[in-house]
């Protein structure tokens, strides 16, 4: 972003500048003496990545939060890439902001990786030769899930925890987690534990790790559990 200085900086000081993104700022520490009124090229930390999913394809822009510019859209996953196939119908974002969670109406669940390196086009649509998202299916089960996947949530203080909530009726297992999300092939586990066997819509990790809280919304009532496994 463009910085004028409103009076001569020295090398070693810091200063606040705003972001192209929503106008927010950071504090700048510059190496170099900046001149008053000299316009300088700060490098902008601040980025915003929102996901919206389509048929058979994922999308991604940087510019949601920019709003004097044109949203430029890149295609992270798509059936044409061997990505996403079906219907997205819930997403979650790891903390570490490199994996994209996506399950779908299909009961398919998809991690999409590298994303912390897909900055432009090149690097991010897979359209591009020069990209380098890459997503990988799931297996939950080895009978393979047919439930809608109703929610996705990935533990902020740790991207290897993440739980999906399943819908529909007559089944008996409606919670799956697993701690190793980023392994080749992840292992999942029955999360349902003592809870009645009904549908789930939402669930979220507490984002104190104090506390190891999960929450969950479900067909009657929000629930919440210390430990949450298969035998409690």
């Known amino acids: 972003v463009e910085y004028v200085p409103l009076e001569n900086i020295s090398a070693g000081q810091s200063f606040w500048v705003e972001s ?13 003496d900046l001149v008053k009124d000299d316009t300088a090229m700060i490098q902008d930390p601040i980025s915003s990545k929102f996901f919206i999913g389509g048929e058979d394809q994922v999308l991604m822009t940087k510019d949601v939060l920019r709003y004097n510019v044109e949203p430029e859209w890149w ?11 079906g ?9 570490d902001g ?7 109406i299909e009961g398919k669940l998809y991690r999409i990786s590298n994303l912390r390196a897909a900055y432009d086009y090149d690097h991010a649509d897979v359209n591009s030769p020069f990209s380098v998202v890459s997503t990988r299916e799931l297996t939950i089960t080895e009978e393979g899930i047919t439930q809608v996947i109703t929610s996705v949530a990935v533990d ?5 925890t993440v739980l999906i909530t399943l819908g529909n009726y007559g089944n008996d297992t409606y919670l799956y987690i697993t701690n190793n999300a980023l392994d080749e092939n992840p292992v999942w586990r ?32 929000i629930y919440i559990t210390e430990i949450i496994d298969a035998s409690r």
């Not at 192209?20 to 170099?32: E, L, S, Y």
């Not at 295609?75 to 196939?85: A, F, K, Y």
């Not at 490199?98 to 779908?104: D, I, K, P, Y």
């Not at 066997?197 to 919304?217: K, Q, R, T, Y």
């Open 190 to 221: 029955s999360a349902q534990g003592n809870l009645p066997a009904m549908p789930a819509f939402s669930s979220v990790f507490e984002m104190d790790p104090g506390n190891n809280l999960v929450i969950a919304g479900t067909e009657y009532g």
């Open 87 to 95: 219907i997205p119908q819930s997403m979650a974002y790891s903390a």
């Open 156 to 160: 902020p203080n740790d991207p290897e």
């Open 98 to 104: 490199n994996h994209l969670f996506v399950g779908t």
């Open 20 to 32: 192209a993104t929503n106008n927010r700022p950071f504090k700048h520490t510059t190496d170099i």
């Open 75 to 85: 295609i992270i996953s798509d059936e044409d890439h061997n990505g996403v196939t």
